[in-house]
Every structure is written in structure tokens, then in C-alpha cells.
């Protein structure tokens, strides 16, 4: 099984800078894919940004050039680098794992609110 735990979320102002953190734990090594999802107030969830096989990335058209997805195996952690916020980027933020056993996994989520 694979845990996982979010971090880096908070208030920021409108153009401000945050970086989400998702550390894995448990057996990491079955990690196939590793994204970012999001949840806005009354939206469903939606990807953000997804590693893929091969380390591309993936991104939502609302964040392209805004956003960046990375992953350091060494510290079985993922990170959501985020610029230029906007207020609608306010949402939860969920990392999401899919294993080579074709199990996927869930954190608990991170609230980033962008806001002035």
C-alpha cells in the first residue's frame, strides 16, 4: 500500500507563489504515475497536472505556463511548483498515485485559497 501526505497549502495573494509537496510512504517503489488533482467549492474534482510513464507531464489547459509537476524519487516526494495564482485556482489540492498493481491512491488533500 502507498500513503500519502500532502503539504505547501495556505493563503496566498492574487500572482503569489506556492509550492504543494506530496510525500509517499509504504511501498513508493510501486508508483507508476503520480499527479495533482483539485477540488473548487462546489466543482468536481479535476487533474491539475499528471507524471505519466516515461516522466512526461501532463497539464490542465488552465495552468499550462503557470504550474509545473516534478518528482524526486530519492525522497519519494512529488511537488506542484505554482505561479502567478489566480482566485480560481482556490481549491483543495489532492495528490493521486496509480501503482504497477493497478491500485490508486488517494491523500487527504492540501487547501490552497488565493485571495486578497
Known amino acids: 500500500q502507498v500513503q500519502l501526505a500532502e503539504s505547501g497549502g495556505g493563503l496566498v495573494q492574487p500572482g503569489g507563489s506556492l509550492r504543494l509537496s506530496c510525500a509517499a510512504s509504504?511501498?513508493?517503489?510501486?508508483?507508476?504515475?503520480m499527479g495533482w488533482y483539485r477540488q473548487a467549492p462546489g466543482k468536481q474534482r479535476e487533474p491539475v497536472a499528471v507524471i505519466i510513464s516515461g516522466g512526461s507531464a501532463v497539464y490542465a489547459d488552465s495552468v499550462k505556463g503557470r504550474f509545473t509537476i516534478s518528482r524526486d524519487n530519492a525522497k519519494n516526494t512529488m511537488y506542484l511548483q505554482m505561479y502567478s495564482l489566480k482566485p480560481e485556482d482556490t481549491a483543495v489540492y489532492y495528490c493521486?498515485?496509480?501503482?504497477?498493481?493497478?491500485?490508486?491512491?488517494w491523500g487527504k488533500g492540501t487547501l490552497v485559497t488565493v485571495s486578497s
Open positions: 493521486h498515485v496509480v501503482t504497477y498493481y493497478g491500485s490508486d491512491y
Open positions: 509504504g511501498t513508493p517503489f510501486s508508483i507508476k504515475g
